[in-house]
Every structure is written in C-alpha cells, then in structure tokens.
Nanobody, 116 residues
C-alpha cells in the first residue's frame, strides 16, 4: 500500500534551516507529482510546493519563494524540502502528499517549530 513517511522536522531559531525528507513506498514514485503541504495551528492545510515526475517545479507559495527548495530522488523514492531563512510563521506540521487515481495520500507529518 502507499506509504509516505516524513522526517527531519524539529525546533530551529529564526533564520535557521531544516531539510525535510519523505520516504515513499507502495507505488511508482517516479511517475507521480509529489507535493509538500503544511498546516499551522488553527489554520487550514496549505500547499507549499509541488514537483513533477521529472523534477519540474509546479509552484511555490509566494511566502516561500526564494527560501524553500523542493527536490526528489527517483532512484531512492525520496522527496525533500530544503527550508532556509526560516521564520516564526513557518511553524507548522509539514506533510508529504501525492494523488493517485484521484485519491490523495498523506504522510503522518513532521513538526517544524521556529522559535527563539
């Protein structure tokens, strides 16, 4: 079955960096668009960025352009999100996601907390 497992979250000071990772299994990873979403406390889940099967970037949310970089390793079935210049407002649970046959799959999420 489809499994998405995120890791790499944690507590970081403003201006710091984190690299999130998502290990995918149970489907043909290289064939699908992959995305990162995030959900801050009391807010709706929002799209951060997506990447096509070939590595093309679909979109970045405006607030994250220039600071976040998505990448994928189709050999090892991994998705990454490099986050630089982190801000307090980036605090959220970050989710890896894909859509297969019209159904959205999600990981369990990894908590990112930006605080001094």
């Amino acid at each position: 079955q489809v499994q998405l497992v995120e890791s790499g979250g944690g507590l970081v000071q403003p201006g710091g960096s984190l690299r999130l990772s998502c290990a995918a299994s149970g489907f043909s990873f290289s064939s699908y668009i992959m995305s990162w979403y995030r959900q801050a406390p009391g807010k709706e889940r929002e799209l951060v960025v997506s990447v096509t099967s070939g590595g093309g970037i679909v979109n970045y949310a405006d607030s994250m352009k220039g600071r976040f970089t998505i990448s994928r390793d189709n050999t090892n079935n991994r998705l990454y999100l490099q986050m630089n210049s982190l801000k307090v407002e980036d605090t959220a649970v970050y989710y890896c996601s894909t859509r297969i046959g019209g159904y959205a799959y999600w990981g369990q999420g990894t908590q990112v907390t930006v605080s001094s």
